[in-house]
Nanobody, 130 residues
Framework: QVQLVESGGGLVQAGGSLRLSCTAYGLTFDDYAVGWFRQAPGKEREGVSCITPSGDRTYYTASVKDRFTFSRDNTKNTLYLQMNGLKPEDTAMYYC???????????????????????WGKGTLVTISS
């Protein structure tokens, strides 16, 4: 059974940093494109960042570029989203999602586009105070 588990959310002041983790059980990331999404209260879900199955390319939405870094540790089957320079507008529930290679792909905008079976985590809450 496939399971994605996010962690690392919390409450920090503006300008601070957090590192989110997404650990997979039942799949190995090197065969999946993975995206981070976020959803703030009353807003639509937004694609934040995406990494290709090979792990050699990452994409970011414009509002987080140069502040967020998406990386992968194959030995731990875990992905990380390092978030620096956090702003109140980054406040949201953050989710990771994975789709097997061929069932989706990363868009240049940082969004993971999917048309196959997509696995989602339950999310981790990020709150940035001003």
């Amino acid at each position: 059974q496939v399971q994605l588990v996010e962690s690392g959310g919390g409450l920090v002041q503006a300008g601070g940093s957090l590192r989110l983790s997404c650990t997979a059980y039942g799949l190995t990331f090197d065969d999946y494109a993975v995206g981070w999404f976020r959803q703030a209260p009353g807003k639509e879900r937004e694609g934040v960042s995406c990494i290709t199955p090979s792990g050699d390319r990452t994409y970011y939405t414009a509002s987080v570029k140069d502040r967020f870094t998406f990386s992968r540790d194959n030995t731990k089957n875990t992905l990380y989203l390092q978030m620096n320079g956090l702003k109140p507008e980054d406040t949201a529930m953050y989710y990771c999602a994975a789709v097997r290679s061929g069932g989706g792909y990363c868009l240049g905008s940082g969004r993971l586009a999917t048309y196959g079976l997509t696995h989602w985590g339950k999310g981790t809450l990020v709150t940035i105070s001003s």
